[in-house]
C-alpha cells in the first residue's frame, strides 16, 4: 500500500499533456481533451490554465483551444537512458526513413511489455501516430512483443510469464494459457518474424512486422515498421520492406555492440 494519498490533480495534468503530446501538431480542445481523458470540461479548463501559467501550454487562436510550448521539453532533460538507444539506434532509424517509407519503433522489455524507447513516427510522413515513445506494447498482441518472445531465453521467457500471469487481463488470461503461448511462439520462430494484422485492440486499424535486435547472443530489443493495414499487401510487405528492416536491424545490432560491452 502506498504511504502517500495521491495527488489527483497532478495525475490529470499529466494525463492532460499526455494527451496534447498525442494530439496533431500538439493542438487540441478542452472538449477533445475532456473525452480523451475522461475529465469533465470544466476541471480540464482549470488544470489547462494552470499548465498556461507554469509555460507549457499556450491559449490557441480559438475558443477553447491549447497548444504544446517548448517547455515540456525541459521534462526529459533530467532522463539518463541507455546511450545507445540516441547515439546509435536514432540516427540509423531516421537515416533508414526513405528506404522504410513507413515509421518504426524501437522497443525494449520492462515490466512484462515492450516499451517504445525511440520511433521514427515524428520523421515519416506516413505516420498516423503522435507521441509513441513510451508507449507499451503487449508482447502477445503485437509483432514486437511476438519477436522478442520468440528469441528470449528459456529463463527470461519464463519470469514474463509468471509475472504476466498474475494479471486479470487478455494479457494474464494468455500467460495462463501456456500451451498458446507455445503455439505462438513455434509460429514466429517458424516464420522468422513477429507480425500483427490488427490483433492488438488499441491498433486494430494497423498491421506490423518486427524482428529481435541481438547484439551477439544478447537480446537487446525488438524493432518494427507499422503501417495502416489496407495500406500494405502480405507480398509487398515480406518483399520489400521486410528485408530492409532487417538489414536496418543488422546494422543497429552491429553498431551497439560496443556500446554494450
Not at 82 to 105: H, K, T
Not at 196 to 210: I, L, R, T
Request: net charge positive; glycine share 8%.
Amino acid at each position: 500500500m502506498n504511504d502517500y494519498k495521491d495527488v489527483r490533480s497532478l495525475s490529470r495534468g499529466l494525463a492532460l499533456l499526455q494527451a496534447m503530446n498525442r494530439a496533431p501538431g500538439g493542438i487540441a480542445s478542452t472538449s477533445a481533451l475532456a473525452q480523451a481523458c475522461g475529465i469533465h470540461r470544466t476541471t480540464v479548463k482549470r488544470l489547462m490554465e494552470t499548465l498556461r501559467a507554469e509555460g507549457y501550454v499556450r491559449r490557441g487562436e480559438k475558443d477553447g483551444q491549447y497548444y504544446l510550448t517548448f517547455a515540456v521539453r525541459s521534462l526529459s532533460e533530467g532522463l539518463v537512458d541507455d546511450a545507445w538507444v540516441e547515439q546509435v539506434a536514432l540516427p540509423l532509424m531516421r537515416a533508414a526513413v526513405p528506404e522504410l517509407l513507413w515509421p518504426c519503433d524501437l522497443g525494449t522489455v520492462e515490466g512484462g511489455f515492450m516499451v517504445v524507447r525511440e520511433s521514427t513516427h515524428r520523421f515519416s510522413r506516413l505516420s498516423q501516430h503522435r507521441g509513441m515513445i513510451g508507449e507499451k506494447l503487449p508482447l502477445f498482441f503485437t509483432a514486437m512483443g511476438r519477436a522478442y518472445l520468440a528469441s528470449c531465453s528459456s529463463d527470461e521467457k519464463e519470469g514474463l510469464l509468471s509475472l504476466l500471469a498474475q494479471r486479470d487481463d487478455a494479457t494474464g488470461a494468455m500467460a495462463r494459457d501456456r500451451a498458446a503461448v507455445e503455439r505462438l511462439i513455434d509460429e514466429t520462430r517458424q516464420r522468422g518474424y513477429g507480425i500483427s494484422d490488427g490483433d492488438w485492440h488499441q491498433q486494430a486499424p494497423f498491421g506490423a512486422v518486427a524482428v529481435p535486435l541481438k547484439s551477439g547472443r544478447r537480446l537487446i530489443g525488438g524493432l518494427n515498421l507499422v503501417f495502416p493495414k489496407t495500406a500494405v499487401v502480405k507480398e509487398e510487405l515480406l518483399e520489400r520492406y521486410l528485408p530492409r528492416l532487417k538489414k536496418l536491424a543488422v546494422r543497429m545490432c552491429k553498431d551497439v555492440a560496443p556500446w554494450l560491452d
